[in-house]
């Protein structure tokens, strides 16, 4: 059917008036399919509809508990990082941005619009607040002896060996690898440190939207992730 419009020049003095026919080539409709066994099976190893129900609602409760876990801990850093502010030494966030501008360098190789300021500036923040927390944590360590024996990493990785799948390959991995084993033994270490602070902390549960929830955790989540792998690397030496 013919339609008709009224178009106003740009100037607001002239008025036009334009028709046009549309032609309408296809119809569709759009049929979800049906909530049921079939569909389940469709989806993958399920043969009901109830088993797929379960798994969904299982996995979406491990990441909103593992996503709650990464946020609380975030915070309780950070909380004991006002506690106990100090200034970051200059030369390690120097280092630290420098470290952070050769990752992006390797990443975005053969790019010429790399504006290295911009990630300087976009990182200095976090830079900071890394810095702090990873001296922190190393004062925390000494003043309460904190720390993790060889034992303890062996009985983890014996847990390793029996519980996951493909858990004897890993555990062998870890037990040759050396870098393997030191990566394991940092990341008991942080458990230990934030059972620590958790112990002292004055906690109030508080439920929050999962969605409002993860966008604060994924404001940090880039920083976070990277700097329990190269830590070490980025932060340098005092």
Known sequence: EPKSEIIEEQNKE???????????????ERRL?????EFAKDMGTYETLYELQNDIENNLKSR?????????RRTLADEFIKLNDFQAPPSMVEHYLNEMV???????????????????????????????????????????????TDE????????????????????????????????LADIMLEDKIYDFLTSKAQIQDVKKNWDKARSKEQEGAEEENSESRSEERRVGKE
Not at 65 to 72: A, N, P, R, W, Y
Not at 108 to 125: H, L, M, P, T, V
Not at 167 to 181: C, D, F, P
């Open 14 to 28: 002239s008025v036009r008036e334009v028709n046009y026919l549309v032609k309408v080539l296809s119809a569709k």
């Open 33 to 37: 399919p049906e909530l049921d066994d």
């Open 64 to 72: 909103a508990e593992t996503e709650g876990k990464t946020l609380f």
């Open 102 to 148: 050769k990752d992006f360098k390797e990443q975005n190789k053969g790019k010429s619009d790399f504006d290295e300021k911009k990630i300087r500036d976009y990182y200095k923040a976090s830079a900071i607040r890394n810095i702090k927390w990873y001296l922190l944590k190393k004062k925390l360590t000494e003043v309460e002896d904190i720390h993790v």
């Open 152 to 183: 303890e990493v062996e009985g983890k990785i014996k847990g390793i060996e029996e519980s996951e799948n493909n858990g004897a390959e890993r555990a062998k991995k870890i037990r040759e690898v050396k870098e393997e084993r030191q990566s």
